[in-house]
């Protein structure tokens, strides 16, 4: 297929490092972003919407009081905390020992907080949904939609009777390890809603266990520039979508209320994608503003046949992690394909995409032979960016508009999305493009958003902004919990310590005995998230029964953490893999550019990327250690497992009381 502006391979490659300059430098995120929880003039962004009268959890009783104690304490109601959950509970544990603790007054994580109209998952159903053959739910369509997922998750509640041991209304202020009692002693903000009252009290919960699983996108975050608190309009954030102003509900989004609106979208992300075709058939104009455009792939969705599941699964035992692992064989391009691709979707023809998800082939990487790698995935991935490209040109009818919308980066720069509608909404005549070129607004007035220079009216400006990164700071940090271990230790400082994070397999440090927490960092990386998590939920459990077949009597408990020896050679394994991750940190421009030193064709001058050349203010290995495993999800399998059946658990100190 040739190329939409007939570039060369090498000219292709300096266009993307232009393009890639324009655009703001990783470190400065928090100078570009406002974490929405964390500020207190921009606190009603966080406001929950969906804590109305009609909402059963507001009149529940409380499954503790203060003082309090239960064996696990888990932070969190999403499909994580419901995987330790229910893994717990396979392995031995009751519900009666288990406390969730969330914010929020419902199941879902982030699909109790998103209901934008469009949401949707883009890893299909089969692969997603956690526990699908344990409750034998069909999903409804391939990928399923929000309301489902959040349907499903209180679902999952009910049949592990997790719906009563719920904490909701209460956020996690800190946690203290107690080395007299060897438990974690949480300070939790609770909220009591009575009528049209609310108020807060403060109470304390004692637990064995501590669970960290608050999700990856639980942190909303706005643009940090001039202007935003004097705007006279409306304003919300897509993860708290205001229907009371749009019309509509999360079942049935007719947003009416925008017939005569002028709406300004920004952010062309994931949310974006689903959000901006949803708006237009509805806004009297439509403004989607842009710094980078998406590469949207088709999607292909459709409903689930409930009779040609039962039969594919139906009485199969296993089938779900089969699919996962197949999925995740074609996401890593590992070596030996399947001979078949189950999935066979837009992520599973992918093959580039292991520059972020990890691969079985960046075992031997070293520095004499990245700059061949980084240029094997460069070519891997060309022909399906020219795809997407030449789809923006085929779709929209304005060119100009068209140039705008093409995509001048990998296909793993930025999360890369499906949809079957997003393009058409440009050809549309309510609907314009006001592109940044890569540089984002410049701000806003209080009629609406300086871009460009100019000043662009609006009676309404959604932020389709996202979140904080899933990859900054500590378990703590991303949490926004103040975790206090042995002696005074904060898990914040641990992790800015200079050698940077130490794990053992990525779910519990030393320092903080009997404290788990799911994540990707030295862990497994994967587009289908809840298959790491459920990994890390069911590896977790596992280790939990080990340790408690050594207590003896009833009521006996352990502490359990890693040795520091074993948490640093697990991090030190994870460092000396990141040259697996060398292209994805070169595009998100965490290095300088490589010179490729031997080739074979006209690019040889031109893949010039220097892996020597980290940017100033990284440390290298300190940035190597807060990686993924770089050799994929299913090779991260083979180490857990093959750990597990040496049955010696073998880097944890394990005491028992």
Same mark, same amino acid.
């Given at each position: 297929?040739?190329?939409?502006?007939? %570039?060369?391979?090498p000219?292709?490659?300096?266009?993307?490092?232009?393009?890639?300059?324009?655009?703001?430098h990783?470190?400065?995120?928090d100078?570009?972003?406002v974490?929405?929880?964390?500020?207190?003039?921009?606190?009603?962004?966080?406001?929950?919407?969906?804590?109305t009268?009609d909402?059963?959890?507001?009149?529940a009783?409380s499954?503790?009081?203060?003082? *309090?104690?239960?064996?696990?304490?888990?932070?969190?109601?999403?499909?994580?905390?419901?995987l330790f959950?229910?893994?717990?509970?396979?392995t031995?544990?009751?519900a009666e020992?288990?406390?969730?603790?969330d914010?929020?007054?419902?199941?879902?994580?982030?699909?109790?907080?998103n209901?934008?109209?469009?949401?949707?998952?883009d890893?299909e159903?089969?692969?997603y949904?956690?526990?699908?053959?344990?409750t034998?739910?069909i999903?409804?369509?391939?990928?399923?939609y929000?309301?489902?997922?959040?349907?499903?998750?209180?679902?999952?509640?009910?049949?592990?009777?997790?719906?009563?041991?719920?904490?909701?209304?209460?956020?996690?202020?800190?946690t203290?390890? &107690? &080395?007299?009692?060897?438990?974690w002693?949480t300070?939790?903000?609770?909220?009591s809603?009575q009528?049209?009252?609310?108020s807060?009290?403060?109470?304390?919960?004692?637990?064995?266990?501590?669970?960290?699983a608050?999700?990856?996108?639980s942190?909303?975050?706005?643009?940090?520039?001039?202007?935003?608190?004097?705007?006279?309009?409306?304003?919300?954030?897509?993860?708290?979508?205001d229907?009371?102003?749009?019309?509509g509900?999360?079942?049935?989004?007719?947003?009416?209320? %925008?017939?005569?609106?002028?709406?300004?979208?920004?952010?062309?992300?994931?949310?974006?994608?689903?959000?901006?075709?949803?708006?237009?058939?509805w806004a009297?104009?439509?403004?989607v503003?842009?710094?980078?455009?998406?590469?949207? *792939?088709?999607?292909?969705?459709?409903p689930?046949?409930a009779?040609?599941?039962?039969?594919?699964?139906?009485?199969?035992?296993?089938?779900?992690?089969?699919?996962?692992e &197949?999925?995740?064989?074609?996401?890593?391009?590992?070596?030996?394909?399947p001979?078949?691709?189950?999935?066979?979707?837009?992520?599973?023809?992918?093959?580039?995409?292991?520059?972020?998800?990890?691969?079985p082939?960046?075992?031997?990487?070293?520095?004499a032979?990245?700059?061949e790698?980084?240029?094997?995935?460069?070519?891997? *991935?060309?022909p399906r960016?020219?795809?997407?490209?030449?789809?923006?040109?085929?779709?929209?009818k304005?060119?100009?508009?068209?140039?705008?919308?093409?995509?001048w980066?990998?296909?793993w720069?930025?999360?890369?999305?499906?949809?079957?509608?997003?393009?058409?909404?440009?050809?549309?005549?309510?609907?314009?493009?006001?592109?940044?070129?890569?540089?984002?607004?410049?701000?806003?007035?209080?009629?609406?958003?300086?871009? &460009?220079?100019q000043?662009?009216?609006?009676d309404?400006?959604?932020?389709?902004?996202?979140?904080?990164?899933?990859?900054?700071?500590?378990?703590?940090?991303?949490?926004?919990i103040?975790?206090?271990?042995?002696?005074?230790?904060?898990?914040?400082?641990?992790?800015?310590?200079?050698?940077?994070?130490?794990?053992?397999?990525?779910?519990?440090?030393?320092?903080?005995?009997?404290?788990?927490?799911?994540? =990707?960092?030295?862990?497994?990386?994967t587009?289908?998230?809840l298959?790491?998590?459920?990994?890390?939920?069911?590896?977790?459990?596992?280790?939990?029964?080990?340790a408690?077949?050594?207590?003896?009597?009833?009521?006996?408990?352990?502490?359990?953490?890693?040795?520091?020896?074993?948490?640093?050679?697990?991090?030190?394994?994870?460092?000396?893999?990141?040259?697996?991750?060398?292209?994805?940190?070169q595009?998100?421009?965490?290095?300088?550019?490589?010179?490729r030193?031997?080739?074979?064709?006209?690019?040889?001058?031109?893949?010039?990327m220097?892996?020597?050349?980290?940017?100033?203010h990284?440390? =290298? %290995?300190?940035?190597?250690?807060?990686?993924?495993?770089?050799?994929?999800?299913?090779?991260?399998?083979a180490?857990?497992?093959?750990?597990?059946?040496?049955?010696?658990?073998?880097?944890?100190?394990?005491?028992?009381l």
């Open positions: 297929m040739g190329s939409t502006s007939e %570039l060369t391979f000219e292709l490659l300096a266009k993307y490092e232009q393009e890639q300059q324009k655009r703001p990783p470190s400065t995120h100078e570009s972003f974490d929405i929880g964390k500020a207190d003039q921009f606190k009603h962004f966080n406001k929950d919407p969906w804590k009268v909402n059963p959890y507001l009149s009783p499954p503790v009081k203060n003082g *309090d104690h239960t064996k696990i304490l888990i932070v969190g109601a999403g499909f994580g905390a419901l959950a229910v893994r717990f509970i396979e031995g544990y009751a020992d288990i406390l969730l603790v914010s929020t007054w419902g199941f879902g994580g982030c699909w109790y907080w209901r934008y109209p469009g949401l949707m998952c890893v159903s089969a692969c949904m956690p526990l699908l053959e344990e034998g739910y999903p409804k369509h391939r990928y399923s929000g309301l489902g997922l959040r349907a499903y998750a209180e679902l999952v509640a009910a049949k592990w009777r997790l719906a009563e041991r719920a904490l909701f209304g209460a956020t996690v202020q800190k203290v390890w &107690n &080395n007299e009692t060897a438990e002693v300070t939790i903000i609770k909220e809603v009528g049209l009252c609310t807060l009290d403060t109470m304390q919960i004692r637990s064995d266990l501590f669970m960290l608050s999700g990856t996108l942190r909303p975050k706005l643009p940090r520039l001039d202007g935003l608190a004097g705007f006279k309009g409306h304003m919300f954030h897509t993860s708290r979508w229907y009371e102003y749009t019309g509900t999360p079942e049935d989004p007719r947003m009416e209320n %925008l017939r005569n609106k002028r709406v300004a979208f920004l952010g062309t992300g994931a949310t974006g994608v689903q959000v901006v075709p949803q708006l237009a058939k009297k104009e439509l403004i503003l842009q710094r980078t455009p998406s590469a949207v *792939d088709i999607r292909g969705q459709k689930v046949d009779e040609e599941w039962t039969r594919e699964f139906y009485g199969r035992p296993g089938w779900q992690r089969e699919r996962r &197949n999925m995740a064989a074609f996401l890593s391009n590992v070596p030996d394909l001979s078949v691709n189950i999935v066979n979707d837009g992520w599973t023809n992918f093959p580039s995409i292991s520059a972020l998800c990890g691969s082939r960046a075992a031997v990487l070293t520095e032979n990245i700059a790698y980084i240029h094997m995935i460069h070519r891997l *991935d060309l960016q020219e795809s997407i490209r030449h789809r923006v040109t085929d779709i929209v304005d060119p100009t508009t068209a140039s705008r919308l093409q995509p980066y990998p296909g720069f930025r999360r890369p999305c499906f949809h079957d509608e997003y393009l058409h909404t440009f050809n549309l005549p309510n609907v314009s493009l006001a592109d940044t070129d890569g540089h984002g607004i410049d701000g806003f007035t209080e009629h609406g958003v300086l871009c &460009n220079g000043e662009l009216h609006a309404v400006i959604i932020f389709g902004t996202g979140f904080e990164p899933f990859n900054r700071g500590s378990p703590a940090f991303r949490a926004g103040t975790i206090t271990g042995r002696n005074g230790l904060s898990m914040d400082d641990k992790w800015s310590q200079r050698q940077g994070p130490a794990t053992l397999h990525g779910i519990i440090t030393r320092g903080f005995p009997n404290l788990f927490f799911p994540g =990707v960092v030295q862990a497994a990386a587009v289908n998230i298959h790491g998590e459920d990994l890390v939920a069911t590896h977790t459990a596992r280790i939990l029964r080990a408690g077949e050594r207590v003896v009597g009833d009521g006996g408990k352990f502490i359990i953490e890693p040795t520091e020896e074993a948490e640093e050679e697990w991090a030190m394994r994870v460092a000396t893999g990141a040259y697996g991750f060398a292209a994805a940190a595009s998100a421009g965490l290095t300088g550019p490589i010179r030193t031997t080739g074979d064709d006209d690019c040889a001058d031109i893949v010039h220097r892996t020597s050349a980290v940017n100033k990284e440390d =290298v %290995l300190k940035m190597a250690r807060g990686m993924p495993w770089s050799r994929g999800i299913l090779d991260f399998t180490v857990l497992e093959e750990w597990k059946n040496r049955g010696d658990l073998k880097g944890l100190d394990i005491c028992v």
